[in-house]
């Protein structure tokens, strides 16, 4: 099993900056793909950033930018740097990674429960 746990989320004002941590645990083997996800009520979840193990990144239009996306592959850390944040982009933001276990022998995807980014106006 893997354990995804967010952190960095609150309150800021536009044009203001947060940085978002999730530290993945549990019995990994590996770890491929980690990402950010984000979701408003009524909404689908949206990919917002990705990161492959080998460092290759992907964003959504609407962020690209002003966000960037990083990882410590040591640490199984992922981080989400956000600048000049805008009032659209409040959401819950929820950790992804495609893990290996060592039980199951097989990549999955597994979630965080997700950090709160509030921007004001």
């Known amino acids: 099993q893997v354990q995804l746990v967010e952190s960095g989320g609150g309150l800021v004002q536009a044009w203001g900056s947060l940085r978002l941590s999730c530290a993945a645990s549990?019995?990994?083997?590996?770890?491929?793909?980690m990402g950010w996800y984000r979701q408003t009520p009524g909404r689908q979840r949206e990919l917002v950033a990705s990161?492959?193990?080998?460092?290759?990144?992907n964003y959504a239009d609407s962020v690209k930018d002003r966000f960037t996306i990083s990882r410590d592959n040591a640490k199984n850390t992922v981080y989400l740097q956000m600048n000049s944040l805008k009032p659209e982009d409040t959401a819950v933001y929820h950790c992804?990674?495609?893990?290996?276990?060592?039980?199951?022998?097989?990549?999955?995807?597994?979630w965080g429960q997700g950090t709160q980014v509030t921007v004001s106006s």
């Open positions: 549990g019995s990994i083997l590996s770890i491929n793909r």
């Open positions: 992804n990674a495609n893990a290996m276990t060592f039980s199951r022998g097989i990549y999955a995807n597994y």
């Open positions: 990161i492959t193990s080998g460092g290759n990144t």
